[in-house]
């Protein structure tokens, strides 16, 4: 979608082990460029979490990311320089520059960690993780791409970058791709298109089994979408946010101070630690035609 926005110069892609090992997800990134047509350079990133045991989501994508499609091997090669160095340059080359994060958090923690003053020439950075106030996809508390990887998550909450959490919850219910939604995409007859459907089929029997609904959901897209367009977010507040790393029952939990507990004097000796952060931005409805349409337009 990013490449796709004409207006919209993606600056870099930096890869993270997440769903799939980072090598997999380097060649998924490198695969997605070319379809789009692009040359926007890809930097591989962190193999694992910073102190966690890396554990893949291919029950969930597929043993290649992209639902076991046999895509053939990209004929662009990542970078040499690491995802991790990639980040601060980039950053510090595009001051304003918008951060957009798909995955865990691990290369941007490892960046923050060496140059911290870069959270400061960030406009927005746009997180797609977290189950705020709502249940996880991969523990009854949490979503995958926090919980896999919480310290670096809590490292990016409390950096000073102009956080929006947008959460697992945003791309459920009728912001789903049903049935009707995906023959309009099959019905467009592009590459593209055809791709975007197909690379999702193991992802949709897999959500099937999860929550017992039917269609695509589309964590990361909503996330860009919102990048690119924050009015299609109906509802906006802003929160003290912070991450579960300590409980193994509660590990990688988005925890949203949504009623401002904080500020209360009676709670001030249980909320110290957020009271010293700052707040980021929770997205908490959007407006699924006008997503939906996003989407159609970056496909058709």
């Not at 919980?147 to 670096?152: K, L």
């Not at 101070?257 to 001030?268: G, I, K, S, Y």
Request: glycine fraction near 8%.
């Amino acid at each position: 979608m990013a490449l796709r926005a004409p207006e919209v110069r993606v600056a870099a892609i930096t890869v993270v082990a997440g769903n799939v090992n980072v090598q997999q997800a380097t060649r998924n990134a490198l695969y997605t460029v070319e379809l789009c047509n692009s040359n926007v350079p890809v930097y591989s990133g962190a193999e694992k979490p910073l102190l966690r045991t890396y554990q893949s989501a291919t029950w969930f994508h597929g043993r290649d990311g992209l639902g076991d499609h046999n895509y053939p091997t990209p004929r662009q090669s990542a970078q040499k320089l690491h995802a991790v160095d990639a980040i601060i340059e980039t950053i510090d080359a595009n001051p304003g520059l918008v951060l957009v994060t798909l995955g865990p958090l691990t290369n941007v923690g490892l960046a923050l960690s060496k140059k911290p003053g870069i959270a400061a020439n960030v406009s927005r950075c746009v997180v797609m993780g977290g189950a705020p106030c709502c249940e996880g996809n991969v523990t009854p508390a949490a979503e995958y791409n926090i919980w896999v990887d919480p310290e670096a998550a809590r490292i990016v909450m409390h950096s000073g970058l102009p956080i929006e959490l947008i959460g697992w919850q945003l791309c459920r219910g009728d912001a789903v791709l049903g049935e009707a939604d995906i023959e309009h995409v099959e019905a467009f007859n592009t590459k593209l298109a055809h791709f975007a459907i197909e690379c999702n089929s193991h992802g949709r029997e897999a959500y099937k089994i999860q929550t017992g609904e039917h269609g695509i959901c589309l964590p990361d897209p909503v996330a860009m979408c919102l990048a690119l367009d924050p009015t299609i977010g109906t509802e906006w507040s802003e929160h003290y946010v912070d991450v579960e790393t300590q409980s193994e029952l509660t590990r990688g939990t988005t925890v949203v101070d949504r009623l401002n507990v904080a500020a209360d004097e009676r709670n001030r000796a249980v909320w110290t630690a957020a009271l010293d952060g700052r707040k980021s931005k929770v997205c908490w409805s959007i407006d699924d035609q006008r997503w939906k349409e996003a989407l159609y337009a970056a496909l058709c």
